[in-house]
């Protein structure tokens, strides 16, 4: 499951901007396997409420793409895409995601480079992975240019992730989510547009 690693040593300036690879990736797919779909059931139903049909959504951070499986069953007509920093992740939601129908594009590739065309996305998406972005503001500005004019951001991350940082965005709300592990992951919800 995420874990907040600026919480570990009591300031944000110790975010880990590394991508989780080999053996910690092989244990975070386990748990992420294990624990993830109860948290993502709740997220994937907030996201499956906000997306227009028949959506692009591209979802950062993606991990080993439990977010992607929950949200295609909830939401079959949505096409999902997923990038990772780390290759071992997206290798592991490669094999996680095989058996949907179509598959979704899976990517190596950082939030403040991503791989897509201007306005490629009705909805981008990312949870519990803003607070590891090593520039924040790099990444509001590529989300903002991959989203269509009418595009939106939803970020679920606990409170202290870099919210102000996204000024490429225009905030519409930002609210507590309620996490079914809530004493122990307390969980912004960050809806944003394109400015």
């Known amino acids: 499951m995420p874990h907040d690693h600026a919480h570990d040593h009591g300031t944000d300036h110790h975010r880990h901007h590394g991508p989780i690879e080999g ?9 992420a396997r294990l ?5 993502y ?4 139903a907030d996201i499956a409420a ?10 950062i951070g993606t991990g080993p793409g439990i977010l992607l499986r929950v949200l295609a069953k909830r939401r079959p007509d ?12 997206i290798d592991h939601a490669t ?13 190596a590739a950082d939030v403040a480079a991503l791989p897509f065309d201007d306005g490629a996305f009705d909805l981008v998406v990312s949870t519990y992975s803003s607070h590891h972005w090593s520039d924040p503001a790099a990444g509001a500005t590529e989300i903002a240019r991959v989203l269509r004019p009418d595009g939106r951001f939803l970020d679920y991350d606990f409170p202290r992730a870099p919210f102000e940082a996204l000024t ?4 519409s709300s930002r ?5 079914p592990w809530l004493l122990l992951m307390k969980t912004t919800r960050f809806e944003a547009a394109k400015r």
């Open 23 to 31: 053996r910690h990736s092989h244990r975070y797919n386990r748990i």
């Open 35 to 39: 624990l993830g779909p109860l948290q």
């Open 41 to 44: 059931r709740r997220i994937a």
């Open 50 to 59: 906000s997306a227009p049909r028949n959506a692009a959504v591209l979802d």
């Open 78 to 89: 949505l096409r999902l895409t997923g990038v990772d920093l780390a290759q071992d992740m």
């Open 95 to 107: 094999r996680n995601l095989a058996h949907l129908t179509p598959a979704p594009d899976l990517r």
């Open 168 to 171: 490429a965005l225009t905030e």
């Open 175 to 179: 609210t507590p989510f309620r996490s």
